[in-house]
């Protein structure tokens, strides 16, 4: 991978790992608030894109929308992807995405904690827990965290091209075709090989269906293989200085060293098609509760999910070399 990873020291890593009641009382306020039944176009959908939007500004994160609408087999309806940029001046992007609605069922109880609640609570979490390290990144005006939350990732009906991935699917071929650099200060800066918007994402992380417990997470595209096993890495690292949450005598392995061919649909197949660098945080098998109302606040894991957050916090800091 062209860009190096930071060298953290033993040190480093204590001291950026170093637990604070505020961290996990800001996790659950976060999850409380996106814990809504979240179908597009339903009070609760409007409630989470308002509290995600408020979120990432409270953040002091630059914030747009994008809104379109699209025919579904329930008819016309509306979505809106949020993206959220640290310093949208800089060239590049580091992507990290979810999407933050929740499929249509017949009960209409459908909370999708995993799927994908959680994924954007550890999104919000971590933009939390890295503010004072981003605002002093020596590398700000090259490469910019950049936050997707996903509209319309679910099918209304039988997920097909046309039924699903509505919000990734727009943005992609709307940053396609949108030119890049554009002003001035653009070309000045950003000298690189950019045609257009989408030029600008230097990797796309996508995280899915995470939250529940024992998740196992491989890598799915060869040209990301060396990210995930700084991910492999990372863990092996954390279970020698025992800051993961251990639930049982073994050390954990939620990520395996190992390259799966074969691909699950998801939100980010539209960049994917489009030459971005993809690392696709989605464990395989897909959670016991996947696709029912058991997917719920009751069903999910916590250690697991702190685990998770410090895994990627750690990420974060080594590729962007906060």
């Not at 409380?32 to 990432?56: A, N, W, Y």
């Not at 640290?86 to 799927?115: E, I, M, P, Q």
Request: charged fraction near 25%; aromatic fraction near 12%.
């Amino acid at each position: 991978w062209s860009r190096a990873a930071k060298k953290l020291s033993t040190n480093d890593i204590r001291n950026f790992l170093v637990d604070n009641d505020d961290y996990y009382d800001f996790q659950n306020k976060t999850l409380d608030s996106l814990l809504k039944v979240r179908i597009p176009e339903t009070p609760g959908h409007q409630i989470v894109q308002s509290f995600i939007i408020q979120s990432m500004k409270d953040l002091q994160w630059s914030v747009e929308t994008d809104l379109f609408y699209d025919n579904t087999p329930h008819g016309s309806k509306s979505f809106t992807n949020i993206m959220a940029t640290y310093n949208k001046n800089a060239c590049k992007r580091l992507v990290f995405a979810c999407h933050y609605d929740s499929k249509w069922t017949k009960t209409k109880r459908f909370l999708g904690a995993t799927d994908s609640a959680v994924p954007c609570m550890i999104m919000i979490s971590l933009a939390n827990r890295l503010q004072s390290l981003l605002k002093n990144q020596k590398t700000k005006d090259e490469i910019s965290l950049q936050y997707i939350f996903f509209d319309g990732e679910e099918a209304f009906k039988e997920w097909t091209d046309t039924d699903s991935l509505y919000g990734s699917r727009h943005l992609a071929m709307k940053w396609d075709k949108t030119p890049f650099p554009r002003t001035a200060d653009e070309k000045k800066l950003c000298t690189g090989k950019y045609v257009s918007e989408i030029d600008r994402i230097e990797l796309f992380v996508l995280l899915d269906l995470l939250g529940a417990p024992n998740p196992v997470f491989y890598s799915y595209f060869p040209e990301t293989y060396s990210l995930h096993r700084r991910l492999v890495k990372m863990e092996r690292k954390l279970n020698q200085l025992s800051l993961l949450e251990q639930t049982g005598p073994v050390n954990l392995e939620y990520f395996k060293d190992r390259q799966v061919i074969g691909g699950i649909q998801d939100d980010h197949i539209p960049f994917l098609k489009r030459d971005v660098p993809v690392l696709h945080l989605i464990p395989s098998p897909f959670p016991a509760v996947w696709h029912t109302d058991d997917d719920d606040r009751y069903h999910l894991h916590d250690p697991t999910i702190n685990n998770l957050v410090k895994i990627f916090q750690l990420f974060i800091i080594e590729y962007l070399h906060l």
